[in-house]
């Protein structure tokens, strides 16, 4: 039976994250157990322990990149000024679209997707789908305070995604990588946030 989440400390627990974000990129969702584990410097059963299985350890991996991404709309004045919340979403996310690892880790989901259903689900489920979701409530959050219009919430959120990402991820994803300065990403992000916002005024 698997150990309830938090009986190992901290530091092992972002040890092992990080360990499978850099062997399964480097392998895929087929990659094994045993070399998570080694990079980690744990045992292969302390994994298991800690998370039952490698879906509900990709499904973890995913939710910390979610908190990174959705970091700006908790922040204490998030409601008070969305435009800079929006911006700070979109910035992590294409942040993290553009790193070697984040894409890494995508393109093993996708391509592994046949042989482990089940571990491309949690990457999917707990990453892009969490992530929406969480921008959708702060949206329907945002149009209850009268400061945004937005009818359906989860359909606004996947438009506020797709401005940011736009082509970007398909031409990632087909190995024509493109890098971006810390300028651009800024730039676009806060294109995207100021033109939503015009599109959603309420």
């Known amino acids: 039976m698997a150990r309830a989440m938090g009986q190992i400390d901290v530091a092992k627990s972002e040890a092992i994250l990080d360990a499978a974000a850099d062997v399964m990129s480097e392998r895929g969702v087929q990659a094994s157990v045993d070399e998570i584990a080694r990079r980690a410097g744990v045992s292969k059963q302390t994994i298991y322990n800690h998370y039952g299985s490698k879906a509900e350890m990709v499904r973890v991996l995913a939710a910390r990149r979610v908190d990174e991404i959705t970091a700006a709309l908790d922040a204490p004045d998030a409601m008070d000024d969305p435009q800079a919340a929006l911006a700070g979403y979109g910035r992590v ?3 993290l679209l553009l790193s070697p690892r984040g894409l890494a880790l995508f393109r093993m989901c996708m391509l592994g997707a046949d042989a482990m259903p089940d571990v491309a689900r949690a990457m999917y489920e707990a990453g892009p789908r969490s992530s929406r979701g969480r921008l959708a409530q702060f949206l329907e959050a ?6 945004l219009n937005c009818p359906d919430p989860m359909e606004a959120a996947e438009f506020f995604s797709g401005m940011v990402v736009s082509t970007r991820q398909s031409a990632l994803m087909l190995g024509m990588p493109r890098t971006l300065s810390d300028a651009d990403i800024d730039r ?4 995207a946030a100021r033109r939503f916002l015009k599109a959603y005024a309420s």
């Open 142 to 147: 945002e149009t209850r305070a009268g400061r």
């Open 188 to 191: 676009i992000a806060d294109e």
């Open 93 to 95: 996310l294409l942040q």
